[in-house]
């Protein structure tokens, strides 16, 4: 089925924040810091509120007015809204501005002085815990270093006994850089305090409308029902936008002071310099295992840059999320894990880029650890992988830092890979490829690059997870109208995932009402039930398993009204889809439509049973799915310029059960992209002093059709046994897998350098550099 949403968006008829313009509508504009670390003396705003268009100026002092000048962080902690005492990173917001247009609000940041005394900055976050490090969080009561936390997984004492006895140890230093997920639209929002009726309306880029309203309600002191929270259409998320930006406070602030809306719309280099990071992990791994190949155990210190205020969105009791399923898809005796956040001066974030959580992390350290091994060992990395993998009678599988995997048949999904891939001829072709090197005759290398992944996505279980206390569960409410049409109600917020129409699917199979007419409402707090939002690919593990229990209930409240038109006991009708009928005469049967218009007649119902047709469900998911897939990446590497070309990528991966394939395929290719993107092109690169290197794409680039190739897909399902319809998550899987697989394959085709390991992204220049740093083996 082809996606409702499209026929809006390919028309230019899709509905974004920017494109909202209220009657008598403000325009306003952020002052950041132009310093990473630096004490603010003073700040004089007369030459700006001069300007003959502005209406406000608003500093930090303003704020602390209104007790606003601090708001909390998704993760226990708080962020400025607008600088009162230092600047604690390069972008950080000052001052906002309020004026007519845009162009003025832009041009009156210039006429603001700010006197800052620079302070030195911590901009590595190896250094971050020094004696000597300059504290950034001295807003903190008795803080007195950059430490934030300290998060353990897994049996160390166990681990420690396997590593002692095991005969092969490979350890590994890798960074993950830090990356930007860069959606097409940036970040932006229109606040819109009605003075009469006291009611705070807010059009804004969220992935979690219900969320952000929660905390402007506990914000500001104003009662949920005066806030209305409306996301429209969003240009991408990609968990840039479930954070709450100093921006978005701004523009309520903004409205409040001058009695009309005021909208707020950053640029592309506000985006990449200020909002919502991901990763920047400095990892140590370490594997043990037989000298034949069994892996024993995984043992991981990891240190977190987590910028300067922690703002990285997770659930409560997972600092570092879903990092503990570092153990990925290996039948391991022990592991363990420990990871330290770290303040620098750097942006806030720490949860985007399809991350499910920090998974993206985990799957690139594990399979980058294989491989590894696999270098160490002298061994085929695919073959190690399949000796090591879990077996399909393993499952439920209760891994080692106490993860429940629901499902999977991970040997059937890596064997697919490989032979759609040829993967015995590619190595043959690799082996001819590599003499010709040896004896000079050629300097194009090339290499083959294997990943599996197991992801842990659909948080969760109300009961061990929590964003800032609001449980992880989602509503969903469906109503079928008298004529047999439909409206669904979601808590989640598609930001171009396609659920109008793929939640409209799960409806129109378990109701027989044709897709089209069911009509998906998300996005708007006053129009839908309380959850928690769409990332860490939680919308069809939660919402999906909600819409999917909703439409049961209709359904089974359908079978009484069919039992009353055809006056018989409930217990005789049978279901096939669109209709009930009697058991043994199928003839004697209503539709879906027909008893839709009865439900609402006057057709006498049984004692207690209601009118209409409608159901409501708070879904709690008594546990994760479990997605996992195999990735093969070909690369070809040229020697002497150190330029990468992957050649082909074959991904198969197993989602269970697919509601959209088309759609499946989409969120496939787009995270490969991403993948391709961070393994070869992207870092949020800083100099010493604290400057951001990437503030624009020229700098910060991103993955064209030029650099991938054309995808080959592949696909098997294992469903998960306690998702009603055996659905798993999708939309991050390519993304946690691929950069493994294209930075495996270029160290692969380094391998006769004695390159056993290079850090993301590998550029040309990183490539040139590790063939440089030993001589070619002959
Ligand atoms: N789907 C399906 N069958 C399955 C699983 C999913 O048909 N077995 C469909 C879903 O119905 C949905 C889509 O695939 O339409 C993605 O579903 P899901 O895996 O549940 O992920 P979410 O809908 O919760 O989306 C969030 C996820 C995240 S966290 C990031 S980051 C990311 C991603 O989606 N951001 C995206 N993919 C994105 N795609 C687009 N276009 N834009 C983004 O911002
Ligand atoms: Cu981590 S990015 Mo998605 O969960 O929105």
Redesign the pocket.
Known sequence: MHRKEDARFIRGHGNYVDDITLSGMLHGAVLRSPFAHAKITSIDTTSAEAHPKVRAVITGETLAGLGLAWMPTLSHDVQAVLATDKVRFQGQEVAFVIAEDRYSARDALELIDVDYEPLPPVVDARKALDADAPVIRDDLEGRTDNHIFDWESGDRERTDEVFAAADVVAEQDMLYPRVH?A?METCGAIADMDPITGKLTVWTTT?APHAHRTIYALVAGLPEHKIRVVSPD?G????N?VGIYPGYVCAVVGSIVTGKPVKWVEDRSENLMSTSFARDYHMHGEIASTSDGKILGIRVRVLADHGAFNGTAQPTKFPAGFFGVFTGSYDIEAAHCSVTGVYTNKAPGGV?????FRITEAVYLVERMVDVLAYDLGMDPAELRMRNLLRPEQFPYHSKTGWEYDSGDYPRTLRLALEKAGYDELRSEQAQRRELNASGRSKDLMGIGVAFFTEA??AGPRKHMDILGLGMADGAELRVHPTGKAVLRLS?Q??????E???A??VAEELGISPDDIDVVHGDTDQTPFGLG????????V??AATAVVARRVRERARIVASAMLEVNPVDLEWEKGRWFVKGDPEAGKSIQDIAMAAHSSLELPEGVEGHLDAACVYNPPNLTY?FGAYLCVVDVDAETGQVKVRRFVAVDD???????M??E??VH??LADGVGMALMQVMAFDEDGNHLGGSFMDYLLPTSMECPSWELGETCTPSPHHPIG???????A?VGSPAAVVNAVLDALKPYGVRHADMPLTPAAVWCAVQGSPLRT
């Open positions: 997920p959606p992935q969003i991408g998320g990609f968990g936008k985007a880029y399809a991350c499910s996505v659909g989640c598609s930001q171009g995932q396609g659920h129409t793929t939640f699917q799960i769409t990332y860490g690919s939680r919308s069809t593990p919402s999906g997605p989602c269970g059960v697919r509601i959209n394939p759609i499946v989409g969120q787009g995270g659905a798993k998550g999708i939309g991050e899987s993304t």
